[in-house]
C-alpha cells in the first residue's frame, strides 16, 4: 500500500514541479495547428477515396455485360 501511495504522491510532484505547462497563446497555436492538419488530412483522404471510387467504376465498367 505504501508504494501505491508514494507513486500518486510522485506522481503529483511530478505534474506541478517538473512538467512545463503551456502558455495560453502556445495552446491556442498548438489547437490551430491540429485543426489545421485534420482538414487538410481528412480532405487528402476524401479526395483518395473519390478517385479510387471513380478508377473502381471505370474498371468494373469494362466487365460489365
Known sequence: ??????????????????????????????????????VIITALVWVMDFASNSVLKFVYSLFKK
Open 1 to 38: 500500500m505504501n508504494k501505491i501511495s508514494t507513486f500518486f504522491k510522485d506522481s503529483y510532484h511530478e505534474l506541478v514541479e517538473k512538467v512545463t505547462w503551456p502558455n495560453w497563446q502556445q495552446l491556442q497555436q498548438s489547437t490551430t495547428i491540429v485543426l489545421i492538419t485534420t
